[in-house]
């Protein structure tokens, strides 16, 4: 699942785009495909704001989004 990449990273799993947006494009649910589609075509904060949106509406810990906005998932 994608909240398990996210968190793997969080528990300072290495991290790489590619891997992640691998990852993403596997677990994406073909309706929802904002977090690929920001990685593709979107900057930095699209992505940021993706994957927030991605937490909250799956109504995960919202204190994610804190981590996820302090670092760079493009890079």
């Not at 979107?42 to 509406?57: H, N, Q, S, T």
């Amino acid at each position: 699942m994608i909240i398990d990449r996210i968190l793997d990273r969080m528990d300072g799993e290495e991290y790489t785009p590619k891997r992640f947006y691998d990852a993403v494009r596997l677990y994406e649910n073909p309706e929802y495909t904002d977090i690929s589609m920001a990685m593709d075509y979107g900057e930095e904060k699209d992505v940021k704001r993706a994957l927030c949106e991605y937490v909250i509406f799956n109504e995960y810990n919202p204190a994610i989004c804190d981590y996820i906005n302090s670092v760079s998932w493009l890079e």
